[in-house]
């Protein structure tokens, strides 16, 4: 597949406005095709993916987006604070207490374990076992987002088919609840429709935050003076926008043009494949808000923003605070990449010397 690459700021956000011109119905499209046995699989699975928030567009896109924004309202998210930093501190600690064994991984020990706790909590949802939910993210974004051959795509089809039969039972015990399901339930939605919905707000509500926190950690980490200053209590808040306006964990998005049009000078025929850089292309003298494009623009910027950069300045800032001796352990790590998400595989640390 090949994309008409946008790198400039201004286009990308010119993008995201002409919804009439540029329109999100590949945002969820498998970067390489399925094969007839991952296809089988999904079949099987009932898996279905119809459009509803990502991908949708018009007024059932616009209604559903208010119904999941009450979930995520700036007070709602503010709420939360106290309680990402209960759960950052407890990680920490048992970070801190496994370094006398040896190098830990905080990745592993801290970063993956918050946002999903958070989540549910926020939408009302159960939580599969962590480690499971880990899988079925990671599984689900190479499925989709990644190059699986045809021998790889079987294993991630029955992957996501398990994680698509836990939102089938997530969504049925819903009814009745005021849970977000529970809410788009009875707002008509179809029950493929709201897995559809929960598949990717699953996890970009936890996988792509605990990407975050793992990219900002070990930038922080590299930094020696940048950690110190967090464990001595300073914020971590201008670091992390930093960070999402320079290698964001959602790094890129895809749109399609509608009809044949014109952007920057090129024309595009209909059907174009678009890929949006959204983070890593801004001048040094760009404006403070300019990381927030990490985040979309428009009509399907991301409803959880705000609750991905709070989770992750907290938490980097309880991380330090637990751990301000650590320093970064062994060889560069390997990095996840993929067409439209990256973070490092993992942050292992080290005692340092105090």
Not at 250 to 271: C, K, M, S, Y
Not at 335 to 349: I, K, Y
Request: proline share 7%; net charge neutral; glycine share 8%.
């Amino acid at each position: 597949m090949s994309f008409h690459v946008v790198t400039d700021p201004a286009q990308v956000r010119e993008v995201m406005r002409r919804t009439d011109d540029f329109l999100p119905t590949n945002a969820l499209t498998a970067v390489v095709p399925l094969s007839p046995a991952a296809l089988r699989i999904l079949s099987r699975a009932r898996f279905a993916l119809p459009p509803v928030l990502a991908s949708a567009t018009g007024h059932a896109h616009l209604r559903v987006r208010r119904l999941v924004a009450a979930f995520f309202t700036p007070a709602k998210v503010a709420a939360v604070g106290p309680r990402v930093r209960e759960l950052a501190q407890k990680r920490a600690a048992e970070a801190a207490a496994a370094l006398h064994a040896g190098p830990v991984d905080l990745a592993d020990l801290v970063a993956k374990h918050i946002p999903p706790v958070v989540m549910a909590e926020l939408i009302g949802t159960g939580l599969p076992d962590l480690d499971t939910l880990k899988r079925w993210s990671r599984d689900s974004l190479e499925l989709f987002w990644g190059w699986p051959d045809a021998d790889r795509q079987p294993a991630l089809a029955e992957s996501a088919a398990e994680f698509y039969a836990w939102l089938r039972g997530e969504v049925d015990a819903a009814r009745g609840t005021d849970s977000l399901f529970g809410v788009l339930d009875r707002a008509g939605l179809k029950p493929a429709e709201i897995c559809s919905l929960g598949y990717f707000l699953v996890i970009a509500g936890q996988e792509t935050t605990a990407q975050l926190i793992a990219t900002a950690s070990y930038r922080a980490l590299q930094e020696p003076g940048r950690w110190r200053q967090l464990a001595a209590g300073g914020s971590g808040r201008q670091f992390v926008q930093h960070v999402l306006g320079t290698e964001s964990s959602v790094h890129t998005w895809r749109r399609a043009t509608a009809r044949d049009t014109e952007l920057g000078g090129t024309q595009l025929p209909a059907g174009a494949e678009i890929l949006l850089e959204l983070s890593g292309h801004h001048p040094p003298d760009a404006a403070a808000t300019a990381y927030s494009l990490a985040f979309g623009h428009g009509l399907h910027r991301c409803l959880g923003a705000k609750l991905a950069e709070l989770e992750t300045v907290l938490v980097l800032e309880e991380t330090a605070r637990a751990l301000p001796d650590v320093q970064l352990h062994g060889p560069e790590p390997g990095w996840l990449r993929l067409l439209s998400f990256q973070s490092p595989l993992a942050v292992t640390v080290s005692q340092g010397t105090p």
